[in-house]
């Protein structure tokens, strides 16, 4: 989310969802973390789904809930389906409920980002649900956890595993992830496409090479202080020309000093040598 201070820059959001029309995507996520969905108002949440509703007219915008009222925002503004952010009390519950509004992916995120490790009862329960499309697996760095849930999904094989596994974002395409909804793809998107359709196409010569230079850019970007990725995603937007330099603020995440930006800079400019 382009902001200006503690102000979104309106022109450069409109300006990326028109860019990212321009994308190989099959849409996007809205009002998720990576776009500090829970800190907008409502009326900042509405102004953003409109923009990206506007743009992407054809694609499917998935809009973070962390609520049946925001899921009902989502319903009222176009969105197609709904991340559901993750929570303690009955899950199961909670996911059922959100289907009523629109259809879900669960969302597995690791604690230290404010996420449940639900363990396999829970995702059988959440799973089975016909409303739940699948679930998007964010562990940040526990292969093991990302296994599990792989495994996990055999019991499921009409829902989708969905990777948001920034850090080994190759390596969960190898066990078995369909899709990508990941904070990365915020940027350098292309890039990312074409590693999933190196994948798809079996061609391991580019798979390989495309890992390699996402996993490069990764750990720039996803590195601690953790939450400082959303800034440094920004950062990567407007050294590829998409955002303007000042609408690269995130009013809720860490201060980062000067010498980062450039780091993700030079990082843009290596990922885009194939």
């Given amino acids: ?47 953003v789904l409109e923009s990206w509703r506007t743009a992407l007219p054809q694609k499917v ?7 049946l009222d925001m899921a009902r925002e989502a319903a009222r503004g176009g969105a197609d389906a709904l991340l559901a952010f993750p929570r303690h009390d009955d899950p199961v519950a909670f996911h059922a409920d ?36 699948g679930i998007k697996v964010a562990t940040l760095d526990s292969v093991m956890t990302f296994q599990r849930i792989a495994a996990l999904m055999r019991d499921h094989p009409e829902k989708l595993l969905i990777t948001g596994e920034d850090r080994f974002l190759g390596y969960s395409l190898m066990m078995g992830a369909r899709a990508a909804l990941i904070g990365m793809g915020a940027a350098l998107t292309d890039v990312q496409t074409a590693l999933l359709g190196a994948h798809m196409k079996r061609d391991d010569h580019a798979f390989q090479r495309l890992a390699t230079q996402l996993d490069a850019f990764s750990q720039v970007t996803f590195t601690e202080p953790m939450e400082g990725y959303i800034r440094r995603m920004l950062w990567a937007l407007a050294a590829d020309g998409v955002i303007p330099d000042d609408a690269c603020d995130d ?5 980062l000093p000067a010498s980062e930006r450039e780091t993700v800079r030079r990082a843009v400019r290596e990922a885009r040598v194939r």
């Fill in 251 to 255: 009013p809720w995440g860490p201060e």
């Fill in 98 to 133: 959100l289907s009523c509004e629109l259809p879900v992916i669960a969302f597995y995120l690791y604690e230290a980002a404010g996420g449940v490790s639900y363990d396999d009862a829970t995702l059988h329960g959440i799973l089975s649900l016909p409303g739940v499309l």
């Fill in 1 to 47: 989310m382009p902001f200006r201070g503690s102000t979104i820059h309106e022109t450069a959001q409109s300006d990326y969802a028109h860019w990212m029309a321009t994308q190989i995507v099959a849409g996007v996520a809205v009002w998720a973390h990576t776009g500090r969905g829970p800190h907008l108002s409502p009326s900042q949440r509405s102004l």
């Fill in 61 to 67: 915008i998935v809009a973070g809930a962390n609520s």
